[in-house]
């Protein structure tokens, strides 16, 4: 039995996965209908990541795997054509190019507008973008009824939740700090205005956030000293160029009938095998990746928490690599002293006078103190989704209407995207996607596995008969 295609589709959230998720419905609806898309906090279309000023600010994704459309792989790589600046631009030099962030902004927003405010008359879609926070969502009819913070309420038939990263956690001591000028607890926010003329600058966290603060400070000519702390110090690696390796995953495994420890095993004689060879094991990693979420899917919980404790952080800069001019950036700073890498847990922060103290403590056990003329909580998004931020997370969790996902980083949906309820029930009328399915599917951050979530949801709701094929997989380093 099909369901009625909806008439009206709420879409919160306007970065990659909101914004697309419109885009798709948009284009491929083929009949009449109507999507809001709710947006507040960072620019339509762009979102935390592509909401950036910054030129140095680069993707950490190459063009080639960048096009917002799955089912148009070359999109971004033909967009990027029509400007000036990269037409002449050789194929494969473009395609292997990480382009400003920014830049890639201007291709969601243009995505955005071509059918948000249509030329042509036919269009059959009304697409209506509302700068508003969405508070809350209630059951109403066969639908849904959205507040917004504005004092508006809406009604919809269907509702996408692509509410995106939350600014990181709270550290210990954020509270006697919240409203110190030289304290900024989200990263995302611009801080550059911020800058002191002198002393230290202490990043928390040693992540791709890290990154963007260093090479905003390394563009401005910033003089001092940058400090980067983390538990395990590890900076995300650089991209690079790898053969087509055969041997992994082995034809005759499936990966996700391994286990943790049976996977551990395996990737760790490939990564040797690599190793041996004079190549970078992190091919390992890549080839994963088309696996990845069938690999978590199958995984227990307490494998999970077990690959979150000991392999995460090592997977992530493997994982997440940067932009090959980025590392280099950075590794020059390290050499030359401007950039100092500390392995330790930050046990607190504190005031000290017009600076922050933050607190330090080594595996050893002993502690030290750094005092930051700048401090930026640079820890990454924020993921224990029962202690969310998001007065409208709360209030979905509270209300019944939703549920923690069985690791609580976020919401629980059936393979559908479908919103499971406190109840246990299917959702009527609620989806979810983007960075909110973490703790289902691992990889749900990045724009090669938030298109294709997309544009199915899109498809789910417009009842569009067959599901999204799958992409080609595509191998993140370069051949
Ligand atoms: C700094 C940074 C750089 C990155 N670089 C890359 C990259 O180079 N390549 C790559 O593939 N991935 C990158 N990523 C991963 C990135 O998470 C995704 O690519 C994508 O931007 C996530 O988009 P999103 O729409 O899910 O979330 P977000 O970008 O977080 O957007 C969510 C939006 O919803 C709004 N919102 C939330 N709640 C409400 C509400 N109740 N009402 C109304 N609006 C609401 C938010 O304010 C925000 O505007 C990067 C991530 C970050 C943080």
Redesign the pocket.
Known sequence: MTTPRPQHVAV????????MTAVNLARLSPAPLRVTL?????PTGR????G?RRPEH????ATRN?SALPDHPNHFLDWLRTRTEYAGVPEAELRETFMP?RV?GDYLRGLTQHYAKPVDPRAGVEFAVIG????ALEAAGDGARLRLAGGATLDADKVVL????EPPADLPGSDTVARHAAWCANP?LDWETRIPAAGDIVLLGTG??TV?AIITLLALDWPGTIHAVSRNGLLPESHFKGVDDPHFPPASVDLATLGLAGLVRLVGEHCARLRTAGLNPAMVVDKMRPHTQRVWGAFTDAERREFIAKHAARWNVLRHRIAPSIHRQVAGALESGRLKITRAAITGVKPLGAKIGVELQDRAGATTLLEAALAINCTG?HTRFSATR???LQQLLSSGLAQPDSMDMGIRVEPDFTVVERSGQRSSFLHAI??LLRGTLWES????E?RGQALRVAQTLLDAGAPAPAEAAVIEYQI
Do not use: C, K, Q
Not at 58 to 61: A, E, M, Y
């Open positions: 919160i959230g306007g970065g990659f996965s909101g914004t709710f947006n507040h906090g960072s979102g935390i990541a592509y950036t680069l993707l950490n994704v960048m962030r890639y508003d926070e969405v508070l692509a509410t995106g990263n995302w791709l956030t963007d998004p998001s007065p409208l983007g960075p951050v990045a724009v090669p938030l």
